[in-house]
């Protein structure tokens, strides 16, 4: 398995303000992955943080309201930009971590999530 | 259509009981996987159990069991010998891999579980 760690944990945000989530993992990692739970809903992807080029973003998603950074193996941020109360959720990340040296596709593990509130 | 089905919102089951979480999935893909994941008021993400769609044997971790019936898209969750702690939401999700590549998961709605003593 793999560790990770996000921050912050909450926040509450002004409306027209951005948030930048950083997201952190024990060991390298391929795939990174953002999701949004919107309250007493489920989870959707939101894109696939890939080292090295750019996000893949899901329909319904775009890259100036959802820009994420993926500079290394271990590391990703999500920054919601120009927040309004219809992004108050909670958004996780999640990880595809390494086994035997490759990519293992059936684990996948989420961290334990940054609730965001915007007023 | 829904990718992912989860037609029980809600169920209350007696501790001790054993419990079937309904999940039905809708893809085309020949290679795909099917997770359960855990959600307790909490609200971190528990992993639970994979299928793979080649995988012949139902896949099983302690008292979490998957019924994997792939004739009818069917990837029901069981958990025997419920307990307390059980009482969480419950997700059933798919990833299905497109393009070559590794893609994020589809989740159902959930089954919001309650276990009584």
């Known amino acids: 398995s793999a560790v990770i760690s996000q921050k912050p944990s909450r926040d509450i945000c002004q409306r027209g303000t951005s948030l930048t989530i950083q997201c952190q993992v024990d060991s390298q990692v391929t795939m990174m992955f953002w999701y949004r739970q919107q309250p007493g809903q489920s989870l959707t992807l939101i894109a696939t943080?890939?080292?090295?080029?750019?996000?893949?973003?899901e329909s319904g998603f775009v890259i100036d309201k959802f820009p994420i950074s993926r500079p290394n193996l271990t590391f990703s941020t999500l920054t919601v930009s120009n927040m309004s109360p219809e992004d108050s959720s909670i958004y996780l990340c999640?990880?595809?971590?390494?086994?035997?040296?490759?990519?293992?596709?059936?684990?996948?593990?989420f961290g334990p999530g940054t609730r965001l509130t915007v007023l | 259509a829904q990718k992912i089905t989860q037609t029980q919102p809600g169920m209350f089951v007696q501790e001790k009981e054993a419990v079937t979480l309904d999940c039905t999935y809708d893809?085309?893909?020949?290679?795909?996987?099917l997770f359960w994941y855990k959600q307790p008021s909490s609200g971190e993400m528990i992993f639970l159990i994979y299928?793979?769609?080649?995988?012949?044997q139902n896949a099983t971790e302690g008292r979490y069991s998957l019924n994997f019936q792939k004739a009818r898209k069917s990837a029901n969750l069981v958990i025997s010998a419920s307990q307390l702690g059980d009482s969480a939401m419950y997700f059933c999700?798919?990833?299905?891999?497109?393009?070559?590549?590794?893609?994020?998961?589809?989740f159902g709605k959930g089954t919001h579980l309650i276990i009584q003593p």
């Open positions: 893809t085309s893909d020949q290679s795909y996987g």
């Open positions: 943080a890939n080292q090295g080029s750019e996000a893949t973003y």
């Open positions: 299928q793979g769609s080649y995988d012949e």
């Open positions: 999640s990880v595809e971590p390494w086994t035997s040296g490759r990519s293992s596709y059936n684990e996948q593990f």
């Open positions: 999700a798919m990833r299905e891999r497109t393009g070559g590549g590794a893609d994020g998961l589809t």
